[in-house]
């Protein structure tokens, strides 16, 4: 009896020690499991993946971060000098006087009217002008238009001849056209219809006689900055050879010569400053250079 409640015990014990064996076990499973989950990288967890964001640079943050590799276009910022500039040049036995004006906003061109006919002189000084060019043809008697002029947009005189225009567009700036159908009407703008094309030279419908003729003559030039007045005796093929090879100008017409350069014309071209400080400011350079010479 003494022999079977020894062995009962032992069996009890033995019985603890594997419970508290299992338990110790499964607590030290646990713990190893949660340790080998921690040490486990992230990217292997099981997560639902998120949306790609998006974020828009600026202009000012793309160029600090990546650079501004990209070439800026070239601003042309050069004015030409407000200055009347006046010089002689002789060129195939002819002389040539010659005036450059700065085509910009600053300078207004003009084109007078006077049905009682006047000299370059007198229209300058009526409305203020620094250089004059001799205007369209007309009829030497009733001293009616014989080609196109507009005025701001209101035609005047229709066109008859298709010959080459001085036009004024709405921001002041002059140019040399041939565009009458979109010239025609259009609002701001004027126009006045001259004679023959000096640069490229075309015949414009004048006879070999008339190129000839050595006579007085006047014409005028243009390029991007600068407007050009030819005045001189000679015949039309030196005149245009003058300017194309000794003058900076893409584009040349010849207006009205003869008589009406040194007489009355009703039609003239004239250039005036359209600001009183400008025109002070020139005045007091001019005085400037009488009082050092």
């Not at 567009?169 to 703008?189: H, M, R």
């Not at 030279?201 to 007045?229: C, K, W, Y």
């Not at 005796?233 to 893409?250: C, G, M, N």
Request: glycine letters at 6%.
């Amino acid at each position: 009896m003494i022999v079977k409640d020894c062995l009962h015990n032992d069996s009890r014990i033995n019985w603890r020690r594997r419970a508290i064996l299992s338990v110790t076990s499964a607590v030290l499973l646990a713990f190893l499991m949660l340790a080998l989950c921690a040490s486990l990288p992230k990217e292997l967890t099981t997560q639902k993946p998120t949306e790609p964001v998006e974020r828009v640079l600026t202009t000012e943050q793309a160029a600090s971060l990546f650079g501004d590799n990209q070439t800026k276009p070239k601003v042309n910022t050069w004015h030409p000098p407000h200055i009347v500039k006046v010089w002689m040049a002789r060129h195939k036995g002819r002389v040539f006087r010659i005036i450059q004006l700065p085509r910009c906003e600053h300078l207004e061109t003009v084109i007078t009217y006077n049905p009682c006919r006047e000299t370059i002189k007198q229209a300058k000084l009526r409305v203020g002008g620094v250089a004059a060019v001799t205007g369209s043809y007309h009829h030497p008697r009733s001293m009616a238009l014989a080609d196109f002029l507009q005025r701001d947009g209101c035609v005047l005189a229709g066109a008859r001849t298709g010959r080459s225009l001085v036009v004024i567009n709405c921001d002041g700036l002059l140019d040399i056209s041939t565009e009458y159908k979109t010239i025609k009407g259009q609002q701001g703008v004027s126009a006045l219809a001259l004679g023959q094309r000096l640069v490229p030279l075309e015949q414009d419908g004048f006879s070999t006689a008339f190129m000839n003729r050595v006579t007085d003559r006047m014409a005028i030039g243009v390029n991007q900055h600068f407007i050009f007045i030819i005045q001189g005796k000679s015949d039309i093929w030196r005149l245009a050879h003058f300017i194309r090879t000794k003058l900076p100008v893409r584009a040349a017409v010849n207006s009205d010569g003869g008589h009406v350069v040194k007489g009355k014309a009703p039609v003239h071209i004239v250039f005036r400053w359209r600001s009183q400080r400008i025109s002070n400011e020139i005045g007091s350079s001019k005085l400037a250079l009488s009082d050092k010479r």
